[in-house]
């Protein structure tokens, strides 16, 4: 069998994959849902809800085999090589080339991001992007998209012209550096597209203020972003290292929640941190950039995987297309049901921090809250669960923390 088949047929299990969790995730709209979130949606929200389910089900459906067609003609009739042509035949031209036309690409669904935020969520009253602010993300995350891609597929060119078979372990931890220092942007990162104010001086800066303090931790800032510019829906984050944490909180979650539900939320965030979850995401993170270092390096070492898709030899931008799209997407699942299970035992653990800091039924209330504003499923299939789940069902939680008060 050819590369060139064998990847396609890779390719094209890989969406079948995906399809069918898909359709599980639709059927899941018929099963019963549990006593003890009965109370979510009232008999009219849940009408509302299983129509939203079914709509964003069948568009998913949709847009995913559309992706798909797409991505698999311009590997199966050659085109990244064809395009790639027009470019100077430099190694960072090269890979540019790929690089771009992987962007440009993604621009052929812009139809269907507009159909999903301007028809179907302001159909269900979740959008309030206007159709400014939709574009205005869209050339956003398209050039900081492709500045991602390049600067990756360039760290992976040079780590390899330069280092050759110790691209393994080097490639695995500049690329872990490199997700941190993503990390460590991020709140700079999110001013593109949101308006950040600290929050006003009140009962809810200083309960959350005195929470992180009697744990150990110092509040840099508590800030209000302008979620509600684009969505009606519910979140919040930590973001910094170490103890020196910034609070952001959406300026929906504000508007719909009690000072102790808020806190209810950032005790179980807390969690997280004394547990040192982020330390395992983080270490999880490493191996799987291992894996993908073992990929890129046999991928690389394998020339006829190039030219069985028209190149002349190795191109680092298909490489990247290969390595992530096809190779790693494989054993993706594989990777996903040991970490998810792990996130959901980290998620028990942060509700326990939570009750221990007496918010338990205010978490449950917040818990019920965000379910209802972000339309949540509440009755998954168990097998999604345990395959696609960083989290527990919302019944599952309550469960837990009704037996930890």
């Given at each position: 069998m050819s590369f060139k088949m064998l990847v396609i047929i890779v390719f094209c299990l890989i969406y079948l994959y995906n399809l069918l969790l898909t359709v599980i995730h639709m059927r899941s709209a018929d099963n019963p849902i549990p006593v003890n979130v009965s109370d979510v949606y009232d008999t009219e929200t849940y009408r509302k809800w299983r129509s939203y389910h079914a709509e964003k089900s069948r568009f998913e459906i949709v847009t995913s085999t559309i992706s798909f067609v797409v991505d698999l003609l311009l590997m199966a009739l050659?085109?990244?090589?064809?395009?790639?042509?027009?470019?100077?035949?430099?190694?960072?031209?090269?890979?540019?080339?790929?690089?771009?036309?992987?962007?440009?690409s993604s621009l052929l669904m812009l139809p269907f991001s507009w159909h999903n935020t301007m028809v179907i969520e302001e159909k269900y009253g979740f959008n309030k992007s206007t159709a400014k602010t939709f574009w205005s993300d869209q050339v956003?995350?398209?050039?900081?998209?492709?500045?991602?891609?390049?600067?990756?597929?360039?760290?992976?060119?040079?780590?390899h012209q330069a280092l050759g078979d110790w691209l393994?372990?080097?490639?695995?931890i500049l690329m872990t550096l490199f997700a941190l220092i993503i990390s460590f942007l991020y709140p700079f990162l999110s001013k593109i597209f949101n308006k950040f104010k600290p929050l006003e001086d009140g009962e809810l800066k200083e309960k959350l203020t005195a929470l992180l303090e009697k744990n150990g931790y110092k509040v840099r800032a508590i800030k209000i972003m302008d979620a509600s510019r684009r969505t009606t829906k519910s979140n919040a984050y930590f973001s910094g290292f170490g103890k020196m944490k910034t609070i952001v909180l959406y300026d929906t979650l504000v508007e719909s929640m009690t000072p102790d539900e808020i806190c209810a939320v950032f005790a179980h965030e807390m969690g997280h941190g004394?547990?040192?979850?982020?330390?395992?995401?983080?270490i999880f993170s490493f191996i799987q950039m291992g894996v993908l270092g073992v990929f890129a390096w046999l991928t690389l070492r394998t020339e006829g995987l190039f030219t069985a898709f028209g190149f002349s030899e190795v191109n680092y931008g298909f490489a990247m297309i290969l390595i992530m799209s096809v190779e790693f997407a494989l054993i993706a699942p594989l990777f996903g049901l040991v970490i998810n299970y792990f996130s959901r035992k980290a998620e028990y653990r942060a509700d326990a921090q939570a009750v221990k800091e007496g918010y338990g039924e205010e978490l449950i209330s917040a818990l019920k809250k965000l379910a209802r504003q972000n339309y949540s499923d509440l009755a998954p299939s168990p097998l999604l669960v345990k395959l696609e789940y960083s989290h527990p069902t919302l019944s599952q939680r309550i469960d837990a923390i009704e037996g930890r008060k």
């Amino acid at each position: 069998m050819s590369f060139k088949m064998l990847v396609i047929i890779v390719f094209c299990l890989i969406y079948l994959y995906n399809l069918l969790l898909t359709v599980i995730h639709m059927r899941s709209a018929d099963n019963p849902i549990p006593v003890n979130v009965s109370d979510v949606y009232d008999t009219e929200t849940y009408r509302k809800w299983r129509s939203y389910h079914a709509e964003k089900s069948r568009f998913e459906i949709v847009t995913s085999t559309i992706s798909f067609v797409v991505d698999l003609l311009l590997m199966a009739l050659n085109v990244y090589a064809a395009f790639a042509g027009l470019f100077p035949n430099t190694l960072f031209m090269q890979m540019f080339s790929v690089m771009l036309l992987s962007a440009v690409s993604s621009l052929l669904m812009l139809p269907f991001s507009w159909h999903n935020t301007m028809v179907i969520e302001e159909k269900y009253g979740f959008n309030k992007s206007t159709a400014k602010t939709f574009w205005s993300d869209q050339v956003k995350e398209f050039l900081i998209g492709l500045l991602l891609m390049t600067g990756i597929g360039a760290l992976l060119m040079w780590v390899h012209q330069a280092l050759g078979d110790w691209l393994i372990l080097v490639f695995a931890i500049l690329m872990t550096l490199f997700a941190l220092i993503i990390s460590f942007l991020y709140p700079f990162l999110s001013k593109i597209f949101n308006k950040f104010k600290p929050l006003e001086d009140g009962e809810l800066k200083e309960k959350l203020t005195a929470l992180l303090e009697k744990n150990g931790y110092k509040v840099r800032a508590i800030k209000i972003m302008d979620a509600s510019r684009r969505t009606t829906k519910s979140n919040a984050y930590f973001s910094g290292f170490g103890k020196m944490k910034t609070i952001v909180l959406y300026d929906t979650l504000v508007e719909s929640m009690t000072p102790d539900e808020i806190c209810a939320v950032f005790a179980h965030e807390m969690g997280h941190g004394i547990h040192k979850d982020t330390l395992r995401n983080q270490i999880f993170s490493f191996i799987q950039m291992g894996v993908l270092g073992v990929f890129a390096w046999l991928t690389l070492r394998t020339e006829g995987l190039f030219t069985a898709f028209g190149f002349s030899e190795v191109n680092y931008g298909f490489a990247m297309i290969l390595i992530m799209s096809v190779e790693f997407a494989l054993i993706a699942p594989l990777f996903g049901l040991v970490i998810n299970y792990f996130s959901r035992k980290a998620e028990y653990r942060a509700d326990a921090q939570a009750v221990k800091e007496g918010y338990g039924e205010e978490l449950i209330s917040a818990l019920k809250k965000l379910a209802r504003q972000n339309y949540s499923d509440l009755a998954p299939s168990p097998l999604l669960v345990k395959l696609e789940y960083s989290h527990p069902t919302l019944s599952q939680r309550i469960d837990a923390i009704e037996g930890r008060k």
